[in-house]
């Protein structure tokens, strides 16, 4: 896993997870419910925990097209898996 660019290790990333995002599930769960189909409410809740993360000053903003690219990447990722299931 990597933050800012930098690999972070099991035990940071676990420290996060207790320390910054746990606190915050409320908000996460929240951002969730947005969504309507269980895709939609999974890109909420990333959104939620990389504003989580950003307002902890651990995550820094990363460019707009590079966050869409992102989630673009992952979306034809699903597609591919989804299509080699249905075979």
């Known amino acids: 896993m990597e933050i800012n660019g930098r690999p972070v290790?099991?035990?940071t990333a676990e420290k996060l997870l207790h320390d910054v995002i746990a606190p915050e599930d409320g908000r996460i769960e929240k951002a969730a419910l947005y969504g309507n189909e269980m895709e939609e409410q999974?890109?909420?809740a990333y959104q939620e925990i990389a504003k989580i993360l950003?307002?902890?000053g651990v995550l820094v903003a990363v460019h707009c097209s590079d966050a869409v690219a992102e989630?673009?990447?992952r979306r034809l990722e699903r597609n591919k898996?989804?299509?080699k299931e249905a075979m």
């Open 9 to 11: 290790d099991e035990a």
């Open 81 to 83: 898996l989804n299509s």
């Open 42 to 44: 999974t890109e909420y």
């Open 71 to 73: 989630r673009e990447a």
């Open 54 to 56: 950003r307002e902890a």
